[in-house]
């Protein structure tokens, strides 16, 4: 572990950054069609994309002094998906060069808050350690359940916009500052 720079825990999961080892349960995430419901309908085929993508994110690390996280259920010890923060380096929605925090995971454990437990302490880590301002969201217009996360975590709906680079699709843009956070979680800790 002395490697790790990333590493957050929660009352229920870990936070870490991603491994080569996660390769197996990316893939499980990544080849459900259901999860990519709304992310284009292009599930992996193989687990060589999985590792490809963990390589990505791996580089981010170092270009970007961030990327996506693991996420670990403490309990069992078992890849539930990844969240985090990502530096979006491409123009979307007429901004660029903005932190975006996400997730994604594996269709056994939704429902369980673990998606919102996950982007609260992204939210916490970008606005405490990176000194950000601002952290937007983006979701389809039909993942009402993803914008329901965001909102939970404290993001709050800006507009709605389309997304040439994603398919054309309708989406919900979503945001927070710095200062509406502390008002918001400042007396919430998520060690």
Not at 7 to 14: F, G, K, V
Not at 39 to 67: A, F, H, M, W
Not at 121 to 141: V, W
């Amino acid at each position: 572990m002395a490697d790790i720079k990333f590493y957050i825990e929660t009352d229920r999961l870990i936070l870490r950054e991603f491994q080569l080892t996660d390769d197996v349960g990316m893939f499980e995430l990544d080849s459900d069609p259901e999860v990519h419901k709304y992310l284009g309908n292009k599930p992996v085929e193989t687990i060589d994309e999985c590792r490809t993508t963990i390589e990505s994110v791996l580089n981010q690390y170092i270009e970007n002094g961030i990327g996506r996280w693991a996420i670990i259920e403490k309990l069992s010890g078992n890849f539930v998906g990844w969240a985090g923060l990502k530096l979006m380096k491409t123009t979307i929605n007429n901004h660029i060069d903005f932190y975006d925090s996400g997730y994604r995971l594996i269709q056994k454990y939704w429902g369980k808050g673990y998606a919102t437990e996950a982007t609260k302490a992204s939210l916490q880590y970008g606005f405490r350690q990176m000194n950000l301002k601002e952290i937007y969201g983006i979701t389809h217009i039909e993942n009402l359940k993803s914008r329901r996360v965001l909102e939970k975590s404290g993001l709050r709906f800006i507009e709605h916009f389309i997304w040439p680079e994603w398919h054309n699709i309708k989406c919900n843009w979503l945001k927070i500052t710095k200062e509406e956070w502390e008002d918001k979680f400042l007396s919430q800790s998520f060690s």
